[in-house]
């Protein structure tokens, strides 16, 4: 890459979302490496034209860094360095905890707090605004991993368009899992932590980490232009040693927010499925509905009580013009406060009236073209949001907010 346009951060995002969302709009649970990376491929050349030349370096689904060689500040440890006594830890310097309403974050540090060692590798670096618990959301799977407890740090540096991203949960449990599926998965053992793997299998895309140490799980990954496999290694290895030597020091995790109890708590897929989907949707052989299966984009997509649910022809299925494959209904039961956190990037919200419904909005966006529209709602105390990922058709208005209100006559 030769273009030398600065580093647009809100393009980046509305970048992130569609790699986001068109990775985990698989229903065929069997997909190919080949088709996944068909679909990759897609989502950046689509990229390339919405973002201009700093595509490459700001397209990375949760990614980023700079090679450049700088000093820690502070000695890392090495795996085997004895951590402090759990039963007494020290206390963190952390920024207040928010009221009881809202999710807090289980890591007892915030992103200014750890932006010594997660960013490490940049030379000017700065914290996005979209850090922490009061970042913007694309997606309901966003929201519902901050509502499990996770802390999600970005930096940016000033010289250059690269950066660093951290996601961090006390989940040791589920980061196990993780790991253990990315060493299986293909990439390699970091060393670090009680456990840990890397990779950098798709460079152009940044190397990621992902680490267990103690209570806590971390996701760590890093971009910038000249990335190579040598510099995106050595990068992740000094920022995520880092950040365990000062997770070290703060070993006891901080409480998870308890979730207000909403009508839809404890309930899956089975609880829609005699919503008359299908009928709304018009297209013939559409079954459903089947669980959604997160985790493509993130694996901490699978966490926080999201239930997404998908009705869908299958794919070998031919269908109209003027007939959707699939629709999906996702719901975070108590995720309310997250309303005034959606992040309508390149879009609209226009207000709908749903039937019983406390609010509802239409956001529809273009891209190469492609109208495509999604509503959300907000009922009990949680967020709702009905979608398709394919272009819009004529009466989709109608079509969702029927879909919506199926599904709110359920409770």
């Not at 709009?25 to 491929?41: C, E, K, N, V, Y």
């Not at 250059?160 to 293909?186: E, H, T």
């Not at 709908?352 to 495509?372: P, Q, W, Y």
Request: net charge negative; aromatic share 4%.
């Amino acid at each position: 890459m030769t273009d030398d346009k600065p580093f647009d951060e809100a393009r980046s995002a509305a970048i992130k979302h569609m790699l986001m969302v068109g990775v985990s709009r698989s229903t065929d649970p069997r997909a190919t490496a080949r088709r996944r990376a068909g679909l990759i491929a897609a989502l950046v050349a689509t990229a390339l034209v919405l973002a201009g030349g700093s595509a490459a370096l700001a397209f990375n689904a949760g990614a980023i860094f700079h090679p450049a060689e700088v000093v820690p500040t502070s000695p890392t440890p090495s795996p085997g360095t004895p951590r402090p006594n759990p039963t007494s830890p020290t206390p963190s310097p952390g920024t207040p905890r928010p009221d009881s309403t809202r999710p807090a974050s289980t890591i007892p540090l915030s992103c200014q707090d750890l932006t010594a060692a997660g960013a490490l590798t940049l030379s000017s670096p700065s914290l996005s605004s979209n850090s922490g618990p009061t970042g913007a959301f694309n997606t309901l799977a966003e929201a519902s991993r901050v509502q499990a407890g996770e802390l999600t740090c970005q930096w940016n540096d000033a010289d250059a368009p690269r950066f660093v991203v951290l996601s961090a949960l006390a989940d040791a449990q589920g980061g196990r899992a993780a790991v253990a599926a990315a060493l299986a998965d293909g990439w390699t053992p970091l060393g670090i932590g009680d456990a840990s793997a890397w990779s950098c299998e798709r460079v152009t895309l940044g190397c990621s980490a992902r680490i267990v140490d103690g209570a806590y799980w971390l996701e760590l990954s890093t971009e910038a232009r000249g990335l190579t496999v040598a510099s995106g290694t050595a990068a992740l290895s000094s920022t995520a040693r880092a950040l365990v030597a000062q997770l070290r020091t703060h070993p006891v995790a901080d409480p998870a927010w308890v979730v207000p109890t909403t009508v839809w708590t404890g309930l899956d897929c089975s609880a829609w499925a005699a919503a008359p989907v299908p009928a709304i949707l018009g297209t013939p052989g559409v079954a459903g509905p089947q669980p959604i299966r997160y985790g493509a984009a993130s694996r901490l997509d699978d966490v926080g009580g999201i239930i997404g649910c998908r009705w869908a022809v299958p794919d070998q299925a031919q269908t109209a013009p003027d007939q959707h494959r699939s629709v999906d209904v996702e719901l975070v039961p108590g995720s309310g406060w997250a309303w005034d956190q959606r992040e309508l990037w390149s879009a609209d919200a226009e207000p709908m009236t749903v039937a019983g419904a406390d609010k509802a909005e239409l956001i529809c966006m273009t891209s190469e073209g492609r109208e495509l529209c999604m509503l959300d709602v907000l009922a009990d105390g949680s967020w709702m949001r009905v979608s398709s990922g394919d272009t819009a058709i004529p009466g989709d208005r109608v079509r969702l907010v029927t879909i919506a209100e199926a599904i709110l006559a359920l409770r």
